[in-house]
């Protein structure tokens, strides 16, 4: 068994540990400074829990020693330090961080580690990495890759058409931070929570906007080889205005304590909720012009004998993947590797990768899109 510390105990972190443990091949310690949330999550012979700050380094770098990774699922705040205590400590680190500064940072610390370092493991960035590098390796040029994704309530019941699934903190830091984007063959960066377009899923109708983070590093990989690179997060119609006006007109964007607590104190949370992953890429192939579309729709399910929404499921299992991965030898075990350096049909043979089957992803099947 291999030993691995999982620092984060909120809505992903005990989903990880319930996946690794349950193969019999990870031994796995939940790491966190809450104690009553630790105490919520079962123990066993191949998990168990340890109560202790992030921030006090040396008490780190003691419970990192000797394992063969962490994988953070810690605010993204505390991603540079746990980076660098893994650097110190040897210990291959993985994590689900959206922040692109925090990304730029953890690749400088990995150049001169002799372990791996891969940021940006989950659903996006993440996976969508993946179906994107996987689609754009078709084609003999470029023309365009966009990818969209959303993590949404099956049975939205408020004005935001929202429930909150994922880290607050998170959701709100996508919503503010500048956006990366290739325009006309320009790496640029472009304002959240614009450029909203519509489009209509097996007859369902979405808006889609600008959010930070969710391309990874796709932009430096691809820069000069596509003309327009976008990512865009999925909502219900009418979410993007409400939060402008939040954010903007009220001024919330400088009071983030203000706007986190207005969002968990007025939204519920829940795990009936559906995860989309909408990819497009079009270019030239043969001297035609050509476009491919992946497709999916992932839901909640029974993991470990527990209902478990699809936000959880689908961030869980990726980062999984990636470790299974690593540790079976099948992606590189030293420097800094990107999502899109890892091979869609690697990944959706791993035994984690389930999860992304039972949406029966498809390439374009009902899928329109329009300004």
């Given at each position: 068994?291999?030993?691995?510390?999982v620092?984060?105990?909120?809505?992903?972190?005990?989903?990880?540990?319930?996946?690794?443990?349950?193969?019999?091949d990870?031994?796995?310690?939940?790491?966190?400074?809450?104690?009553?949330?630790?105490?919520?999550?079962?123990?066993?012979?191949?998990?168990?829990?340890?109560?202790?700050?992030?921030?006090?380094?040396?008490?780190?770098?003691?419970?990192?020693s000797?394992?063969?990774?962490?994988?953070?699922a810690?605010?993204?705040?505390?991603?540079?330090?746990?980076?660098?205590?893994?650097?110190?400590?040897?210990?291959?680190?993985?994590?689900?961080?959206?922040?692109?500064?925090?990304?730029?940072?953890?690749?400088?610390?990995?150049?001169?580690?002799?372990?791996?370092?891969?940021?940006?493991?989950?659903?996006?960035?993440?996976?969508?990495?993946i179906?994107?590098?996987?689609?754009?390796?078709k084609?003999?040029?470029?023309?365009?890759v966009?990818?969209?994704?959303?993590?949404?309530?099956?049975?939205?019941?408020?004005?935001?058409?929202?429930?909150?699934?994922?880290?607050?903190?998170?959701?709100?830091?996508?919503?503010?931070?500048?956006?990366?984007?290739?325009?006309?063959?320009?790496?640029?960066?472009?304002?959240?929570?614009?450029?909203?377009?519509?489009?209509?899923?097996?007859?369902?109708?979405?808006?889609?906007?600008?959010?930070?983070?969710?391309?990874?590093?796709?932009?430096?990989?691809?820069?000069?080889?596509?003309?327009?690179?976008?990512?865009?997060?999925?909502?219900?119609?009418?979410?993007?205005?409400?939060?402008?006006?939040?954010?903007?007109?009220?001024?919330?964007?400088?009071?983030?304590?203000v706007?986190?607590?207005?969002?968990?104190?007025?939204?519920?949370?829940?795990?009936?909720?559906?995860?989309?992953?909408?990819?497009?890429?079009?270019?030239?192939?043969d001297?035609?012009?050509?476009?491919?579309?992946?497709?999916?729709?992932?839901?909640?399910?029974?993991?470990?004998?527990?209902?478990?929404?699809?936000?959880?499921?689908?961030?869980?299992?990726?980062?999984?993947?990636?470790?299974?991965?690593?540790?079976?030898?099948?992606?590189?075990?030293?420097?800094?590797?990107?999502?899109?350096?890892?091979?869609?049909?690697?990944?959706?043979?791993?035994?984690?990768?389930?999860?992304?089957?039972?949406?029966?992803?498809?390439?374009?099947r009902?899928a329109?899109?329009?300004?």
């Amino acid at each position: 068994m291999k030993d691995v510390i999982v620092i984060g105990s909120g809505k992903i972190g005990p989903t990880i540990a319930r996946l690794l443990a349950d193969t019999g091949d990870y031994h796995v310690t939940v790491v966190d400074r809450s104690a009553q949330q630790l105490a919520e999550i079962e123990s066993g012979p191949a998990h168990s829990t340890a109560k202790l700050d992030i921030t006090d380094e040396a008490a780190l770098a003691a419970q990192l020693s000797g394992k063969f990774a962490v994988l953070s699922a810690a605010p993204f705040q505390l991603t540079v330090a746990i980076a660098t205590a893994a650097a110190r400590a040897g210990v291959h680190y993985l994590d689900l961080t959206e922040d692109v500064e925090s990304t730029r940072q953890v690749k400088r610390i990995a150049k001169t580690a002799r372990i791996a370092f891969i940021p940006q493991c989950g659903l996006a960035p993440g996976f969508i990495s993946i179906v994107a590098s996987d689609l754009a390796r078709k084609f003999d040029s470029l023309e365009s890759v966009r990818l969209r994704v959303g993590a949404l309530p099956q049975f939205p019941s408020n004005a935001l058409n929202y429930n909150l699934t994922w880290s607050t903190d998170g959701v709100i830091n996508e919503y503010i931070q500048p956006c990366e984007a290739i325009v006309n063959g320009e790496l640029v960066e472009v304002p959240a929570l614009e450029e909203r377009e519509e489009f209509s899923l097996d007859g369902v109708t979405y808006e889609a906007f600008n959010t930070s983070g969710g391309l990874g590093t796709l932009c430096e990989t691809l820069k000069g080889k596509v003309n327009t690179l976008n990512y865009r997060t999925i909502r219900y119609p009418g979410h993007a205005t409400i939060m402008k006006a939040l954010l903007h007109d009220l001024g919330l964007r400088h009071r983030r304590d203000v706007l986190k607590d207005i969002l968990e104190q007025a939204l519920p949370t829940t795990v009936q909720d559906v995860v989309i992953v909408f990819v497009t890429v079009s270019g030239r192939r043969d001297g035609r012009l050509v476009q491919e579309t992946y497709a999916n729709k992932i839901y909640s399910a029974e993991v470990g004998g527990r209902i478990t929404s699809a936000i959880q499921i689908t961030t869980a299992s990726s980062i999984c993947a990636v470790l299974d991965l690593l540790a079976g030898g099948k992606i590189p075990a030293q420097g800094f590797i990107r999502q899109e350096d890892i091979k869609l049909d690697a990944f959706l043979q791993n035994r984690f990768a389930v999860y992304y089957g039972q949406g029966e992803a498809t390439k374009g099947r009902g899928a329109t899109v329009g300004a």
